[in-house]
C-alpha cells in the first residue's frame, strides 16, 4: 500500500508543468482589488453599441476600457502591461485595437487583448472580470 501511494504521489509530482502563463516579466501592472459599477443606461456607456468600445475612470486604476463585442462585454486595464506607468503607456482606444502612445506603439486587440504585430510585446492586455445584471455593468477583479 505505500508503495502504491508513493506511485501515486510520484505521477502528481512529475505531471505538474514547470511551465506558466503567469509570465514574471508581465507583472509590471498593480493588483489592485477593485469592485465598479456603471450603469449602461448612463454616459459613457449608453453609446456602446456592438462592436465600440469606450475608457472610463475608474479610481486605482490607469483607466478601464469596456468593449462591447457583439453583446458580449469586456474590460481591460487601458494601461501598457509591457510598459512602467508613464503617460504615453495609457492606450488610446480606435475599436477594435488599442494602442500604446509610447515610441513602440504596442497594439493589442480589444476583442480578447492579445499583443497585436510586434513580436517584441509579450503581455497581453490586463483582463478584469465583468458581469450584467440588469443595465448595470459590474467590472471587478
Same mark, same amino acid.
Do not use: W
Given at each position: 500500500?505505500?508503495?502504491?501511494?508513493?506511485? #501515486?504521489?510520484?505521477?502528481?509530482?512529475?505531471?505538474c508543468?514547470?511551465?506558466?502563463?503567469?509570465?514574471? =516579466? !508581465? *507583472?509590471?501592472?498593480?493588483?489592485?482589488? $477593485?469592485n465598479?459599477?456603471?450603469? %449602461?443606461? %448612463?454616459?459613457?456607456?449608453?453609446?456602446?453599441? +456592438?462592436?465600440?468600445?469606450?475608457?472610463?475612470?475608474?479610481?486605482?486604476? *490607469?483607466?478601464v #476600457? #469596456?468593449?462591447n463585442?457583439?453583446? *458580449?462585454?469586456?474590460?481591460?486595464?487601458?494601461?501598457?502591461?509591457?510598459?512602467?506607468?508613464?503617460?504615453?503607456?495609457?492606450?488610446t482606444?480606435?475599436? +477594435?485595437?488599442?494602442? !500604446?502612445g !509610447?515610441?513602440?506603439?504596442?497594439? $493589442?486587440?480589444? %476583442?480578447?487583448?492579445?499583443?497585436?504585430? =510586434?513580436?517584441d510585446?509579450?503581455? +497581453? %492586455?490586463?483582463?478584469?472580470?465583468?458581469?450584467?445584471?440588469?443595465?448595470?455593468?459590474?467590472? $471587478?477583479?
Open positions: 500500500m505505500k508503495s502504491f501511494f508513493s506511485a #501515486i504521489v510520484f505521477f502528481l509530482l512529475m505531471s508543468s514547470g511551465n506558466s502563463v503567469d509570465d514574471k =516579466n !508581465c *507583472r509590471i501592472l498593480l493588483d489592485i482589488d $477593485f465598479h459599477t456603471e450603469n %449602461l443606461n %448612463l454616459h459613457p456607456l449608453n453609446g456602446l453599441f +456592438p462592436g465600440s468600445a469606450v475608457t472610463i475612470n475608474v479610481p486605482n486604476t *490607469r483607466g #476600457i #469596456i468593449a463585442t457583439a453583446g *458580449r462585454y469586456v474590460a481591460f486595464d487601458a494601461a501598457d502591461p509591457n510598459h512602467t506607468f508613464n503617460t504615453c503607456s495609457v492606450l482606444v480606435d475599436y +477594435p485595437i488599442g494602442t !500604446c !509610447c515610441e513602440d506603439g504596442n497594439e $493589442f486587440s480589444l %476583442l480578447d487583448g492579445a499583443p497585436i504585430g =510586434n513580436e510585446t509579450l503581455c +497581453p %492586455l490586463k483582463i478584469y472580470r465583468v458581469e450584467v445584471s440588469g443595465n448595470l455593468l459590474q467590472i $471587478f477583479n
